[in-house]
């Protein structure tokens, strides 16, 4: 395969942007991440014309696809056309707002910004603002953005900023423990209860090579920060609206939450997040409560015309009966060749979302810790080294998880199939 203008991008990447890239992962495609030139369906194409069937999807957002369905498009196009955006109310912000309402059950009230982080960091200081409490419990393995309050390792006895940059003293206030652990979170409520304004959890790990929750997790984390007087936060960033479709994962795990952040697909492809729950605790945000938080962008008209006429598609159309179908072909087919080939690998995902992970022992992981210990280095030479070269695009890690959409077909799963089976 030719990459000459992609690697042409790059160099002159390379000069003007850090790392060549807008965002820290997207340099991880060797030899040099390429550059895409325009999406069609399921596929890609970059800058030199190479089409790939493409299961990284945006990093989530586009469940449709890449073609957008046409009203989806009229009604992008018909939006911008009128003015990209106003900085005051616009109908459609407050018709979205409705729509995830009706679907979502624990989400009363909810506000918009521009991106998962800015939804996380936002329900950090709300939930903060609401108990005055300054402590929040999050997972080793989960990610929820590049915020001061979660970009955090080690664990509940010795919390450290995971990135330069980040003081220690925010990290003091972050918890981290294993998911699915329900000892650790038990030990850190002894410990620091009265001071625990929330607990910050995925559903399903989705930054770390996928993590389902154990049976009853996700209840337990219910009871005890209820017994607690802490909040319960969904980062649904990941699997808001994918998994479980319209009712987003909590309604698979059967939890309600207090708040649940939402990004990604609820803008429809454009620069999104969100933060809704009960009214009591939305209201805590300004101007109708004391939790300040503004944006220029948010709410954005043509973000909201696309967030809504997807997830109308959505509910009016099989989306999620065709990428669950797509899901468990794939899913099911990677289970085979791993059984036949690498019994020591996992297959791991539900709905839309899957992934190979490179245990060691055939195990499905339980937590972030797991994943770490799998074989990551793999990943570079099976996957960099052949998928790509058989036109399939994966994500750019071990961790990162792999997205189905609406347009993808049985044909790309059949070749991506073989192109698996070929490469493990
Ligand atoms: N939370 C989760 C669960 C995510 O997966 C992500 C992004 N992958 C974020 C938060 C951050 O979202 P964004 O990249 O839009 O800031």
Known sequence: MNHENSRELYDRALSVLPGGVNSAVRAAIEPYPFFVQKGDGGHVVDADGNRYVDWVMGLGPLLLGHDLPQPVQSSIQQKASEGPMYGMPTEVEVDLAEFVVRHVPSVEKIRFVNSGTEATTSAVRLARGYTGRNKIVINQGGYHGAQESTLVEGDADNPAPSSAGVPQAFAE???????????????????????????????????????????????FLREITEEHGSLLIFDEVITGFRVGGLGCAQSEVGVTPDLTTFGKIVGGGFPV????????????????????????????????????????????????????????????????????????????????????????????????????????????????????????????????????????????????????????
């Open 273 to 424: 997040g969100a933060i809704g729950g009960r009214a009591e605790l939305v209201e805590q945000f300004a101007p109708s409560g004391p939790v300040f938080q503004a944006g220029t962008f948010s709410g954005h008209p043509v973000t909201m015309a696309a967030g809504l006429e997807t997830l109308q598609f959505a509910a009016e159309n099989d989306v999620y009966g065709h990428v669950g179908d797509l899901g468990d072909r794939l899913r099911d087919g990677l289970a085979d060749i791993v059984a036949d080939q690498a019994p020591e690998y996992t297959v791991a995902g539900t709905d839309s979302m899957f992934k190979v992970i490179f245990t060691r022992d055939g195990e499905a992981p339980t937590n972030g810790a797991d994943v770490k210990n799998a074989e990551t280095d793999r990943w570079r030479r099976v996957f960099w080294g052949q998928m790509k070269d058989e036109g399939i695009l994966l994500s750019q890690n071990q961790f990162e998880c792999q997205f189905v959409s609406y347009g993808h077909t049985d044909e790309d799963v059949e070749r991506t199939l073989e192109a698996y089976k070929e490469a493990l």
């Open 173 to 219: 206030h972050t918890l981290p423990v294993p998911f699915n652990d329900q000892e650790a979170v038990t030990e850190v409520f002894e410990e620091h209860g009265d001071d625990i304004a929330a607990v910050l959890t995925e559903p399903i790990l989705g930054n770390y090579g996928i993590v389902h929750p154990e049976d009853g997790y996700h209840d």
